[in-house]
């Protein structure tokens, strides 16, 4: 079975400081590794997913992640927050052809 | 990428009744599922909606209180019978395409709240 576990809840950064949100995975077999964000009221739009072919997983709105194996970790960084980016974050894993398993989610809060 | 569709995006109903809630994508995708999302709380897979044959259900989730069906490749629906209270959440339709590409699109859920 496949799991992931995101560390943090809440996270609250200030306007322009790194943003750092954790995610460690469960996976018997080489997984697929998403980052979602949700805006209040809205629906689910992709930020990135790791797919094998790299280990530093660009995505959109400055956001990049990256896998590592021995951590079994797939950490989402921003090195300068916005306020805009304020949302709550989930972390979710697969495999092809197969449902995504989502983390708990952790709250990114920003202040000015 | 697929846009997909949801209706209602929300509703308010009484205990005791059910609620089809639909969903359309714009292509032809290979899978579709069901998720819920109770308030402050993450997705939770309901179901895998099949083409033609019978949903698979995650476990905690039965077929006689949430009912699907898939007609054809584009469309779905997921029915919450006999709602309670607690069956309030936001039910979020999901599609993925070619499996080569393993993206999962989602649509902007339906908001049922059950008093």
């Known amino acids: 079975a496949q799991s992931v576990t995101q560390l943090g809840s809440h996270v609250s950064v200030s306007e322009g400081a790194l943003v750092l949100l954790r995610c460690n995975y469960s996976?018997?077999?080489?997984?697929?590794l998403f980052w979602y964000v949700q805006y209040p009221n809205q629906g689910l739009q992709l930020l990135l997913k790791?797919?094998?072919?790299?280990?530093l997983v660009k995505g959109i709105n400055g956001f990049e992640a990256e896998f590592k194996k021995s951590e079994t970790s797939f950490h989402l960084t921003k090195p300068s927050a916005h306020m805009s980016d304020a949302a709550e974050y989930f972390c979710a894993v697969n495999q092809a052809g197969t449902a995504l398993i989502f983390g708990k989610g952790t709250t990114l809060s920003v202040s000015s | 990428s697929a846009v997909i569709s949801q209706k209602p995006s929300r509703d308010i109903c009484q205990r005791g009744t059910s609620l089809t809630i639909q969903c359309q994508v714009d292509s032809q995708v290979t899978m579709m599922f069901w998720y819920r999302q109770q308030p402050g709380q993450s997705l939770t897979l309901i179901a895998t909606?099949?083409?033609?044959?019978?949903?698979?259900?995650e476990s905690g989730f039965v077929i006689d209180k949430f009912p699907i069906s898939r007609p054809n490749l584009t469309f779905s629906t997921l029915t919450v019978s006999n709602m309670s209270p607690e069956d309030s959440s936001i039910y979020l339709c999901?599609?993925?395409?070619?499996?080569?590409?393993?993206?999962?699109?989602f649509g902007p859920g339906t908001r049922l709240t059950v008093l």
């Open positions: 790791y797919t094998s072919a790299a280990t």
């Open positions: 996976s018997s077999v080489p997984p697929y």
């Open positions: 999901s599609a993925a395409g070619d499996p080569a590409y393993n993206e999962q699109f």
């Open positions: 909606a099949n083409q033609g044959s019978e949903a698979t259900y």
